[in-house]
């Protein structure tokens, strides 16, 4: 990874130049978000995370370079340093990889039958915190992240795919893209950790850890009310006290 200064002259050799198919690829990108990363890289050779929050408000960046990635469009990152002197990433294009041409202009678009039958298999909740809610607060996310493992077929199949509430997607993109494997891209390693099957997982990020995600809702808001009382007089966080309780 390159590591220059904003303003330093050699930014300029940053910029690479990118070819005609993804400058044409670009054109056809109507989505607001990677429209305008594409454009201040477009301006300025490459965007940082600083000026993606500093300039157009995005609070997690990464997250605006994936919607980048997933219209197709290829992005390399990089190191540099911000304002303050301190490392952050960069955002550029690349001069000699090729565009995603299924993917140009846009996420795939999911059929509403293929929703529904996501629903009809797990429930109308979120799979990572399996808090309950209306269908249409839940959002359709690769079970492994498309940058690492594509799309498995042409045909869309259930079990590549699961239903997720937005602060869980946002948490699960965070991880991934700070993960050692999203710089290896092996699937496999995807498929056994728990922000892709949290039913049956090995690893947490490549992590050695085991979760349990509880979230009470409704009527059941009482009884979370007296664990945490209960914790709290015990001195202790809920999660210590429910270990506790349960060994």
């Known amino acids: 990874m390159v590591v220059v200064l904003v303003g330093d002259p050699r930014t300029a050799e940053l910029a690479k130049k990118p070819s005609k198919e993804i400058l044409e690829a670009i054109g056809r990108v109507t989505s607001k978000r990677p429209r305008t990363v594409l454009e201040h890289i477009l301006e300025h050779g490459f965007i940082t995370t600083d000026e993606l929050k500093s300039l157009y408000g995005y609070n997690h960046p990464p997250r605006a370079a994936r919607d980048v990635r997933e219209a197709g469009i290829p992005l390399e990152t990089f190191k540099v340093k911000g304002p303050d002197g301190r490392s952050i990433a960069g955002y550029r294009l690349p001069a000699d990889l090729a565009v995603d041409a299924s993917r140009v202009g846009g996420r795939r678009a999911f059929p509403k039958a293929f929703k529904e039958a ?130």
């Not at 492994?144 to 948490?171: H, K, Q, T, W």
């Not at 699960?172 to 496999?188: A, F, L, M, V, Y």
């Not at 007296?226 to 007089?233: F, I, P």
């Open 118 to 247: 996501l629903l009809e298999r797990y429930g109308s909740r979120c799979h990572l915190c399996g808090a309950r809610m209306e269908s249409r607060a839940l959002q359709i996310d690769h079970r492994i992240p498309y940058e690492i493992g594509g799309d498995a077929a042409v045909e869309l199949n259930v079990d590549d795919f699961m239903l997720v509430c937005g602060s869980c997607n946002r948490s699960k993109s965070w991880t991934c893209e700070h993960c050692p494997n999203w710089q290896q891209r092996d699937p496999s390693v995807c498929a056994s950790c728990a922000w892709a099957f949290p039913e049956d997982y090995e690893h947490v990020a490549t992590v050695q850890q085991r979760r349990l995600t509880l979230t009470w809702q409704a009527g059941e808001v009482p009884v979370f009310d007296q664990l945490k009382g209960e914790a709290d007089q015990a001195g202790l966080d809920l999660a210590d006290y429910l270990k506790e309780r349960l060994s």
